[in-house]
C-alpha cells in the first residue's frame, strides 16, 4: 500500500498538512488523510485541527466541509468510532467518506466500527488510485453551486 507521496497523484496535491499524528494532502475537491502508525485518532485531539486547518485553506466554514475525505490507512491505528456521532453533532458534513483499506486487520476493523455510526455509507477501496478516481468521477457529476452575493 502507497502513501500519495509514493503516487503520481503528488503532483496534483494543493497543499500537505504534516502533523505529529498524521499528513494530510488538500486536492481540489477531495482531501487525503494518512493517519500515522499506533495512533489512537479522536476528534477531540486530532481531527479538530485537520477540520480547521483544511477550513483555513479553502477559505470555507468548518461546519460546511464541501469535500469528499478518503482515508488511506497505510498504517495500523485506532479511531474513536463514536466520535463520529460527535462530528455530526458539532455541524460537520462531508460530500462522501471513502477508505482506502489497508493490509493490516485493524483497517478493516475500524471501518466496521466507523460505519455504524456515519450518518451514510463508506466506500470501501483496495487502491488509493480507484478510490481518487470514483472521487473525481463524483465531483464532476455534481452540480456546481453558485453563490448569490
Known amino acids: 500500500m502507497k502513501s500519495v507521496k509514493e503516487t503520481g497523484l503528488y503532483s496534483e496535491v494543493l497543499k500537505e498538512l504534516n502533523y505529529t499524528f498524521a499528513d494530510v494532502f488538500i486536492f481540489a475537491g477531495f482531501v487525503i488523510s494518512?493517519?500515522?502508525?499506533?495512533?489512537?485518532?479522536?476528534?477531540?485531539?486530532?481531527?479538530?485541527?485537520?477540520?480547521?486547518?483544511?477550513?483555513?485553506?479553502?477559505?470555507?466554514?468548518t461546519n460546511g466541509m464541501d469535500i469528499i475525505y478518503i482515508s488511506n490507512r497505510v498504517h495500523p491505528y485506532t479511531i474513536i468510532a463514536t466520535d463520529w456521532l460527535k462530528f455530526?453533532?458539532?455541524?460537520?458534513?462531508?460530500?462522501?467518506?471513502?477508505?482506502?483499506?489497508?493490509?493490516h486487520k485493524s483497517s478493516m476493523i475500524n471501518t466496521v466500527f466507523e460505519n455504524m455510526f456515519?450518518?451514510?455509507k463508506i466506500k470501501k477501496f483496495i487502491s488509493l488510485?480507484?478510490?481518487?478516481?470514483?472521487?473525481?468521477?463524483?465531483?464532476?457529476?455534481?452540480?456546481?453551486?453558485v453563490s448569490s452575493n
Open 88 to 103: 455530526y453533532r458539532n455541524r460537520y458534513s462531508l460530500k462522501g467518506y471513502y477508505v482506502v483499506l489497508g493490509a
Open 34 to 61: 494518512e493517519i500515522k502508525e499506533n495512533v489512537n485518532f479522536t476528534l477531540e485531539n486530532h481531527g479538530k485541527v485537520i477540520i480547521e486547518d483544511i477550513a483555513n485553506y479553502l477559505n470555507t466554514g
Open 129 to 145: 488510485q480507484d478510490a481518487v478516481g470514483n472521487a473525481k468521477e463524483e465531483l464532476a457529476d455534481m452540480p456546481l453551486s
Open 118 to 120: 456515519l450518518n451514510s
